[in-house]
């Protein structure tokens, strides 16, 4: 038993630097040595025995963002010998928790750091364990809708209020790494002050087209401000998306044929049937696939609002957004042969419109409080179809025109992003508009 454990903690030391020096340990960590330089983001403040989740799509940074908070701590003057970092893909729940039993038992007080949680059968009963244990533990996943379906029947654990989604930069965060001469602004999505960006709209406008290549994933981000060529992080995105659909058993032949129909119709009206119809298979086969593709955030699912009754009709026509524009730009290169420039400049209202949708979302979500399903979608009649329709205190609308903004008379207050018209206090330019648009308190 002494030797096993020997073992395990020699592997250990590889994945925790920090322990030898605190000071200039970067340089020896397993995931830093290949990233030429980390972007901030807003740091989480970890208080002593509780738990703390943070759920996002995979590729977005979610273990770079673990080490910023390590370094955090020991900044703060933690011991770095009580700083636990654990990868779960490479044990099992036995393994880890006599690991953890181990460092406690040298060490008293942990600060535990479990990366990608749902590679571990029976997670949620080592959560379970560290809640009851006072154990401060952050937690890493990528399926965020099997992490809230667990961590659910986890009440009173340490867990209510810290929970968090981890999404790609946003435009606001990636215009501050890539020009920090560009004022900073905020605002809620219902009422956009952009006054103080209207002078540097030539520049924000050239580096929302980068921004759109990237899709705001930070290495993609990182490269293409040092001019580097982003091939193999398209790669690395195909295979993320056909991974996701391979981790559920499902067919990877299928999920192409529903990407291929998704992209043709660049963010059109669809149903279940019609897809179902056109590709030859079932509609709840159509309705599972998308399902699974939420579940990884690698899309939205907007549904269309009944206004007279205040709630998503569900039988109506759907929409699919994706959560980032690098992955509709890689999917296009794989299944149609795109250039990255060819596809942004063919389909540019459909990604502007993806941007600002997931922008708004981001702007408002908060895990357990407010999933997107409650107050996200779209509205249709017979005669128009506004984009993004969202239900605050009141219904708020939002149309993406990049060609000539006509205004059209709904039921609702309502806003035109446009390419570069700005008139009165409801047609932006969208850039702009996305320039100042917060990620919630619950967003990363």
């Not at 960590?29 to 759920?55: A, F, H, T, V």
């Not at 990608?116 to 364990?129: A, C, H, M, N, V």
């Not at 398209?234 to 998306?241: D, K, M, Q, T």
Request: proline share 4%; with cysteine.
């Amino acid at each position: 038993m002494l030797s096993y454990m020997a073992i395990k903690i020699s592997a250990l030391a590889r994945y925790n630097p920090w322990w030898k020096k605190t000071e200039d340990w970067e340089r020896e960590d397993m995931s830093l040595q290949n990233i030429d330089e980390i972007i901030p983001r807003r740091e989480i403040n970890l208080k002593e025995g509780n738990i703390y989740i943070i759920r996002g799509i995979r590729r977005a940074g979610k273990s770079v963002y673990l080490r910023l908070l390590i370094k955090s701590l020991i900044a703060q003057g933690v011991d770095s010998r009580k700083i636990l970092y654990i990868s779960c893909d490479r044990y099992t729940l036995r393994e880890i928790r006599n690991i953890v039993d181990e460092f406690r038992r040298r060490e008293g007080k942990i600060y535990l750091f479990l990366d990608e949680i749902t590679y571990l059968k029976g997670w949620k009963i080592l959560l379970k364990i560290l809640g009851e244990e006072r154990i401060t533990t952050i937690a890493t996943g990528s399926n965020p809708v099997k992490i809230k379906s667990e961590v659910e029947t986890l009440p009173g654990r340490g867990i209510e209020g810290n929970e968090y989604y981890f999404n790609p930069l946003s435009f606001k965060e990636f215009l501050s790494y890539m020009n920090k001469d560009i004022p900073k602004v905020s605002f809620k999505f219902d009422s956009p002050d952009i006054s103080p960006l209207v002078p540097h709209y030539n520049e924000i406008e050239s580096l929302f087209y980068q921004y759109i290549l990237t899709g705001g994933f930070p290495e993609a981000v990182i490269k293409i401000k040092r001019d580097r060529n982003l091939s193999h992080i398209y790669e690395e995105i195909i295979r993320l998306v056909l991974g996701e659909i391979a981790k559920s058993g499902r067919e990877e032949h299928i999920a192409r044929e529903i990407l291929e129909y998704l992209l043709r119709i660049r963010g059109g009206r669809f149903d279940y049937i019609s897809v179902a119809r056109e590709l030859e298979i079932s509609h709840p086969t159509v309705r599972e696939y998308l399902d699974i593709l939420e579940n990884a955030r690698i899309i939205y699912t907007l549904e269309a609002w009944d206004l007279n009754k205040k709630k998503l009709a569900h039988r109506k026509q759907k929409k699919v957004i994706f959560q980032s524009t690098l992955i509709p730009i890689s999917l296009g290169m794989h299944l149609f042969g795109y250039s990255p420039d060819e596809f942004v400049d063919e389909n540019m209202e459909f990604l502007v419109e993806s941007t600002i949708s997931t922008h708004v979302i981001w702007n408002i979500e908060k895990p357990m409080i407010k999933d997107k399903h409650t107050f996200a979608g779209f509205y249709y009649d017979q005669n128009k179809e506004c984009d993004l329709l969202i239900r605050d205190e009141k219904f708020f609308g939002i149309e993406t025109k990049y060609g000539k903004v006509r205004r059209k008379k709904y039921p609702f207050d309502i806003i035109y992003l446009s390419k570069e018209e700005l008139e009165g206090q409801d047609v932006l330019p969208s850039s702009m508009y996305l320039a100042g648009i917060e990620k919630s308190s619950k967003c990363i």
